[in-house]
């Protein structure tokens, strides 16, 4: 009789001590609440704070805008500045994973008194190390190709926490990306 009642309780606590385990590893807590509704909370001063007292008004100068319906396929058709418009080659010669981003210019219209510099929606492509690092990759878009106008926005950085990155680069105003004019495109090499 003595052997029974001690084995249910070995069994009672192996169980307990299991499930608490479990609690424990996945980090589940158990809270209880008071159902004493006599217990109030401390009266707190009404803070509200309007919008206006935390971010201040941006100018004109400040603000960058992006047409989300303007895709970069649909730039092929554009005339604006096609003496450099071409593909562009990446070519990735880290040890490090890198993700390349590209932000597209609209092409201006010549009659607009708007100064302000439009830019498409933003792409980006991914890359292990070493990807490409030989001949380089011509990048595309899932809806068309992608061509590369002056103007247009790159960087790159590294995916593996290292805070390393390249650019931003200007197509057509720094000296990366670089243009080859037999290929008609833009070169672009990571360096580690």
């Given at each position: 009789?003595?052997?029974?009642?001690?084995?249910?309780?070995?069994?009672?606590?192996?169980?307990?001590?299991?499930?608490?385990?479990?609690?424990g590893?996945?980090?589940?807590?158990?809270?209880?609440?008071?159902?004493?509704?006599?217990?109030?909370?401390?009266?707190?001063?009404?803070?509200?704070?309007?919008?206006?007292?935390?971010?201040?008004?941006?100018?004109?100068?400040?603000?960058?805008?992006?047409?989300?319906?303007?895709?970069?396929?649909?730039?092929?058709?554009?005339?604006?500045?096609?003496?450099?418009?071409?593909?562009?080659?990446?070519s990735?010669?880290?040890?490090?994973?890198?993700?390349?981003?590209l932000?597209?210019?609209?092409?201006?219209?010549?009659?607009?008194?708007?100064?302000?510099?439009?830019?498409?929606v933003?792409?980006?492509?991914?890359?292990?190390?070493?990807?490409?690092?030989?001949?380089g990759?011509?990048?595309?878009?899932?809806?068309g190709?992608?061509?590369?106008?002056?103007?247009?926005?790159?960087?790159?950085?590294?995916?593996?926490?290292?805070?390393?990155?390249?650019?931003?680069?200007?197509?057509?105003?720094?000296?990366?990306p670089?243009w080859?004019?037999?290929?008609?495109?833009?070169?672009?090499?990571?360096?580690?």
């Amino acid at each position: 009789m003595k052997f029974a009642l001690y084995r249910n309780a070995a069994i009672a606590v192996c169980a307990l001590g299991l499930i608490g385990f479990m609690v424990g590893c996945w980090e589940i807590s158990v809270s209880f609440e008071s159902a004493d509704s006599q217990i109030s909370e401390p009266n707190l001063p009404d803070q509200t704070v309007s919008s206006t007292t935390l971010i201040p008004a941006t100018t004109e100068t400040d603000k960058i805008g992006i047409n989300d319906t303007h895709i970069l396929a649909n730039r092929q058709h554009s005339t604006a500045n096609a003496k450099n418009q071409g593909t562009l080659r990446m070519s990735n010669q880290t040890d490090q994973p890198v993700r390349l981003a590209l932000l597209a210019r609209q092409p201006q219209v010549k009659d607009s008194s708007n100064q302000q510099t439009n830019y498409d929606v933003p792409a980006h492509w991914d890359f292990d190390p070493q990807e490409g690092s030989a001949k380089g990759l011509i990048l595309s878009l899932p809806n068309g190709n992608l061509k590369l106008e002056t103007g247009d926005i790159i960087v790159a950085f590294a995916q593996d926490g290292s805070r390393r990155y390249w650019g931003p680069y200007v197509v057509g105003q720094t000296s990366v990306p670089e243009w080859n004019s037999q290929n008609r495109e833009w070169s672009l090499v990571l360096n580690p």
